[in-house]
């Protein structure tokens, strides 16, 4: 069966690079709607080992975009449910569950990755992480806002500092700016406007978006998501958009 299964990928892109795909080890931070259906792609597609981060459960807010959520795994670890989905179709890929919430002291992992894709929606651990792959150069790519949008149409690879009109994105370049940090830094951007949601929906909670969370429907990250893996396999394989490896080359030759 484990053959069969890549059958179809095979014939895409070769038996050497479907090979090679299960010698790679991707981090996922964040599985949530972007990052649940990157690990989906990715191992559905021959990725060797998933190292899955995130610290939170399950809530019955996430069955209406998280590819693992379901009325089953309510109230169990993300990673954890989506190591038993991965484990239900593909149970030759290692997957790795890490959960805990990034931060300077657990960063390392990173330095197991062939290839980091960021889908956290915290800016201080995103541009944590940011850093860390630049100083090490690791490969990457990282989600921006998705919530409060419709379009999955609109979802496309652009350089951080060619955004504009999301407060995410607005946010990382200062800090990336204030850190000085060097190197390209390619992002999932949405096109569209987003919506403005002002209302309340836990009066209680602790932050703003704890208050007043981001609307979001499964389009838009899910499609983030899918192009987050599609751009980890082509950087694998050797496609022609593969600015960071020859970013990195470079700078080895300096």
Same mark, same amino acid.
């Given at each position: ?58 809530s ?6 998280q ?27 290692? =997957?790795?569950? +890490? #959960? /805990? ?14 290839? *980091? @894709? ?34 999955p ?5 652009r350089?951080?500092?060619k ?15 204030k ?16 919506? =403005?949601q002002? +209302? #309340? /929906? ?12 981001p609307?979001? *429907? @499964? ?12 751009y ?23």
């Open positions: 069966m484990g053959k069969e299964r890549l059958e179809r990928v095979e014939l895409l892109i070769g038996e050497e690079n479907v090979n090679l795909l299960q010698t790679k080890t991707v981090l996922i931070a964040g599985i949530g709607g972007v990052g649940s259906y990157a690990a989906e792609a990715l191992a559905r597609t021959g990725i060797g080992k998933l190292i899955l981060l995130d610290k939170d459960v399950v019955p807010s996430n069955l209406n975009r590819i693992m959520a379901t009325r089953d795994t309510i109230n169990i670890s993300k990673c954890q449910a989506m190591k038993e989905r991965i484990r239900s179709y593909n149970p030759d890929c290692e =997957v790795i569950c +890490k #959960e /805990v919430f990034l931060d300077e002291s657990n960063l390392d992992i990173v330095l197991e990755a062939d290839f *980091v @894709i960021d889908a956290i929606d915290t800016v201080t651990s995103k541009i944590d992480l940011i850093e860390k792959c630049l100083s090490n150069h690791i490969p990457f790519i990282s989600s921006l806002g998705m919530g409060n949008r419709l379009d149409s609109c979802v496309e690879i350089d951080l500092f955004t504009e009109g999301d407060p995410l994105a607005k946010s990382v370049r200062s800090l990336v700016r850190r000085n940090l060097k190197g390209k830094i390619l992002v999932l951007f949405s096109k569209e406007k987003p919506i =403005v002002n +209302k #309340e /929906v836990n009066p209680e909670g602790k932050t703003r978006k704890d208050r007043i969370p609307a979001s *429907v @499964i389009f838009v990250p899910a499609e983030a998501g899918l192009l987050a893996a599609s980890a396999v082509r950087y694998f394989i050797g496609g022609k958009e593969n600015e960071q490896k020859e970013n990195k080359s470079s700078k080895n030759q300096e």
